[in-house]
């Protein structure tokens, strides 16, 4: 079983196969369920390895791969509290004249908290701070930005992923709906 917090990739599966989902992943990581359908957490020692794999098609059950960098457990009165507190952390990495965006992957975790919600709070949140810390406006580009702050919610499970324009491009298995 995986701690919460011991978590770096969701992996979202293709179609109803989960369990050869994770029999296919369990040689290269740590994997559990999520309590999503299709949706796996893991562990991996090497994101790279693991996303180039993913990318060969090594795991024929794999339709999506979000990378995390930092995961934690939220509740619904906590969560844009919890998010807002740990995207500071990516406020450096948005360089002048780039643009940036967000995506929110979200299963469960009710009590009026919706994609729409905590996408709109925590972007804004995160566009006012670069523009108090840096005296710019920042660029946001929803599409095809140059830097991606993804956030993932399943259940009670959070984690955030930081993905450039260039990790797009060259993992096509990386897809935040």
Not at 79 to 91: C, G, S, T
Not at 117 to 137: A, T
Not at 155 to 170: A, D, H, P, S, V
Request: with cysteine; proline share 3%.
């Amino acid at each position: 079983m995986i701690m919460v917090e011991d978590w770096n990739v969701v992996v979202i599966g293709d179609g109803d196969k989960e369990q050869d989902l994770l029999e296919s992943l369990e040689e290269d990581g740590k994997f559990e369920r999520s309590g999503f359908r299709d949706a796996v957490i893991g562990d991996v020692e090497d994101i790279v390895e693991f996303l180039e794999d993913a990318e060969r098609k090594k795991y024929p059950y794999v339709k999506r791969v979000i990378p995390i960098d930092d995961a934690f457990v939220v509740s619904p009165e906590s969560v844009i509290d919890k998010l807002k507190q740990r995207v500071k952390e990516y406020l450096d990495e948005v360089e002048p004249g780039e643009t940036f965006g967000f995506r929110i992957e979200h299963r469960g975790l009710k009590g009026g908290v919706t994609s729409q919600k905590v996408e709109r709070e925590v972007s804004g949140y995160f566009f006012d701070l670069i523009e108090k810390v840096y005296g710019r406006k920042p660029k946001v580009n929803v599409k095809k930005p140059d830097k991606l702050i993804v956030i993932a919610i399943l259940g009670n499970r959070c984690g955030i992923g930081f993905i450039t324009r260039e990790m797009l491009e060259k993992y096509s298995v990386i897809k935040v709906r």
